[in-house]
Structures are given as structure tokens and as C-alpha cells.
């Protein structure tokens, strides 16, 4: 997966798509934004999510922050590895820090996601 492929949310999540299933995680300005993250709570496998629900606690030293889904569906995978190391995530955002993977229901979602240049701008206006 390259960076450049992923489309982002407003809150800093990322998406990566390969046929209707999305694997998710937070873009490296969110990592480096909450500081060393230590706590990470993912929804269980199978749950049914809507797009823009929290589905996920994400405690760092600084802060607590929630993990949105960008997308409708179903969870069909967890990152066991970052609910045991979550310093995973501040080390690999894009790589294996990732959360989640979400079987969507509606592809059409996805058109209210910023491309990555799209999201570099937004970070521009932050």
C-alpha cells in the first residue's frame, strides 16, 4: 500500500480500499498529534458499524481520543498486534499500525473522503 492510494477523513483516519473491503488506521499527523499512545480499544469482529460512528478508543499520554469509521459494514478484521503494542501505531501509522477492516455496504461513501493531496491541503488550513 502506498500512502498515495489511501483517502482520509476530517478526523484523521485513513482508508485504504481493496475490492469492497477497507482496512483503516490514523494518518501520522494524528499519531504525532496524540503523543505516545498507550490504549487502544477496536470494536469486536462482526459488529455492524455506520459511517461516522465511534467505533474505538484510542488513549495516549496526552489525550483521549475516538476512532470514527469512515464507512458502513461490517468488522471483519482486528489488529490484535496494536491492541497489545499500541506504540505500534506512533512507530507504523500507514504500515502495521493499522486498526481495523470493514467489509462496506455502500461504495459510495467513499466519495466523501479527501484523496491524499486533498488531505495534505486540509492540514494546510488546520
Not at 469509521?69 to 496494536?82: A, C, F, K, Q, R
Request: aromatic residues 10%; hydrophobic residues 40%.
Amino acid at each position: 500500500m502506498e500512502i498515495e492510494e489511501c483517502l482520509f477523513t476530517k478526523e484523521h483516519e485513513w482508508v485504504f480500499v481493496e475490492d469492497k473491503v477497507v482496512t483503516i488506521g490514523i494518518s501520522e499527523y494524528a499519531a504525532g498529534e496524540l503523543g505516545d499512545i498507550v490504549f487502544i480499544e477496536l470494536p469486536e469482529k462482526g459488529r455492524k458499524v455506520k459511517q461516522m460512528d465511534p467505533v474505538g478508543t484510542i488513549e495516549a499520554v496526552k489525550t483521549v481520543a475516538e476512532l470514527f469509521s469512515p464507512v458502513t459494514g461490517e468488522v471483519t478484521e482486528i489488529n490484535e498486534e496494536v491492541v497489545d503494542n499500541p506504540d505500534i501505531v506512533n512507530k507504523s501509522p500507514y504500515g502495521e499500525g493499522w486498526f481495523i477492516k470493514i467489509k462496506m455496504e455502500n461504495m459510495s461513501e467513499l466519495d466523501v473522503l479527501f484523496s491524499y493531496e486533498e488531505y495534505k491541503d486540509f492540514l494546510g488550513e488546520e
